[in-house]
């Protein structure tokens, strides 16, 4: 993943880019009916159950929009949540509340979401050694928040993007002319270039995990649609010479048997491209 510094900008790039695309020139309505100065408060009110995610990206986005509202926090990221609770109180000018409301639920109810599937994979896996990883299977625009809700979950981040890792797939192997030729352009490649960052090959049969250990520099195998028997015959040919992920359609049926083939990661874009958003709403309080 990429460093702190960078994940901040990311987020502040999401807000200034969503609230420049909701607000406008102006928030018309609030503008034309709530006096300028007029002052309000508003809870965060959960009408659904799971994980609650984006507490502190809130926090970000009603900063942006107004320096000056203040959110008293019930509930933090992380914990799970029920019909009825209320996560945060927001006070300040009304105005400002409602520029930033559409912005905060989206989010949360997005996070929220990702959070709450990504908890369950991780509950199924109680017990063994495999760790969930995520995707680039994102919405395009705000990856960092979904990733961000991963982490929230319980889950680890794979890489952010085509930069910050190599990542070499059948395709890549295919048009570099195989897998050793792929792999030795790729470290002279990082050597010109000066980069560190780590390589992982995908593996599309038991010969190709062969191939790929016969190169040094590989630092994660990915076992792609492989069975349980062949992926834990990879496992134990690869051994302690590498890590090793599991990818390929693995759902909540079948996660727990593929984590107790061996292997140390178990990536799923299902926990970004397939859940339904938690229901949330901001309710002003009188």
Same mark, same amino acid.
């Given at each position: 993943?990429?460093?702190?510094?960078?994940?901040?900008?990311?987020?502040?790039?999401?807000?200034?880019?969503?609230?420049?695309?909701?607000?406008?020139?102006?928030?018309?309505?609030?503008?034309?009916?709530?006096?300028?100065?007029?002052?309000?408060?508003?809870?965060?009110?959960?009408?659904?159950?799971?994980?609650?995610?984006?507490?502190?990206?809130?926090?970000?986005?009603?900063?942006?929009?107004?320096?000056?509202?203040?959110? &008293?926090? *019930?509930? %933090?990221? =992380?914990?799970?949540?029920?019909?009825? !609770?209320?996560?945060? @109180?927001?006070?300040?000018?009304?105005?400002?509340?409602?520029?930033?409301?559409?912005?905060?639920?989206?989010?949360?109810?997005?996070?929220?979401?990702?959070?709450?599937?990504?908890?369950?994979?991780?509950?199924?896996?109680?017990?063994?050694?495999?760790?969930?990883?995520?995707?680039?299977?994102?919405?395009?625009?705000?990856?960092?928040?979904?990733?961000?809700?991963?982490?929230?979950?319980?889950?680890?981040?794979?890489?952010?993007?085509?930069?910050?890792?190599?990542?070499?797939?059948?395709?890549?192997?295919?048009?570099?002319?195989?897998?050793?030729?792929?792999?030795?352009?790729?470290?002279?490649?990082?050597?010109?270039?000066?980069?560190?960052?780590?390589?992982?090959?995908?593996?599309?049969?038991?010969?190709?995990?062969? &191939?790929? *250990?016969? %190169?040094? =520099?590989?630092?994660?195998?990915?076992? !792609?649609?492989?069975? @349980?028997?062949?992926?834990?015959?990879?496992?134990?040919?690869?051994?302690?010479?590498?890590?090793?992920?599991?990818?390929?359609?693995?759902?909540?049926?079948?996660?727990?048997?593929?984590?107790?083939?061996?292997?140390?990661?178990?990536?799923?874009?299902?926990?970004?491209?397939?859940?339904?958003?938690?229901?949330?709403?901001?309710?002003?309080?009188?």
């Amino acid at each position: 993943m990429i460093s702190q510094e960078k994940f901040n900008k990311e987020l502040e790039l999401i807000i200034a880019n969503a609230i420049r695309e909701d607000i406008g020139d102006g928030d018309h309505t609030s503008l034309s009916c709530i006096p300028a100065e007029a002052k309000g408060k508003a809870k965060l009110l959960v009408k659904d159950e799971g994980i609650i995610a984006g507490v502190e990206f809130a926090k970000m986005v009603f900063a942006y929009v107004d320096k000056d509202l203040k959110v &008293e926090t *019930l509930i %933090n990221d =992380g914990e799970h949540v029920k019909y009825g !609770d209320i996560v945060f @109180y927001v006070s300040g000018k009304s105005q400002s509340i409602l520029q930033a409301e559409r912005l905060v639920l989206n989010a949360m109810q997005r996070m929220s979401a990702i959070a709450t599937k990504t908890r369950s994979f991780m509950d199924l896996l109680e017990g063994t050694k495999t760790k969930v990883l995520d995707t680039r299977k994102t919405t395009p625009g705000i990856r960092a928040l979904e990733k961000w809700a991963v982490k929230i979950g319980g889950g680890e981040n794979h890489r952010f993007a085509l930069y910050d890792m190599v990542m070499i797939k059948d395709n890549h192997i295919d048009f570099a002319g195989g897998i050793t030729q792929a792999i030795t352009k790729t470290k002279k490649y990082l050597a010109e270039k000066g980069l560190d960052i780590k390589i992982i090959v995908e593996a599309r049969n038991i010969e190709e995990i062969k &191939e790929i *250990l016969s %190169n040094e =520099g590989v630092y994660r195998i990915l076992i !792609d649609n492989f069975n @349980y028997e062949d992926t834990r015959e990879a496992v134990a040919l690869i051994g302690e010479q590498c890590l090793t992920e599991s990818s390929g359609g693995i759902n909540e049926k079948t996660i727990r048997e593929y984590a107790e083939c061996g292997v140390n990661y178990i990536s799923s874009g299902a926990l970004t491209h397939s859940v339904y958003n938690m229901d949330l709403s901001l309710k002003a309080v009188e």
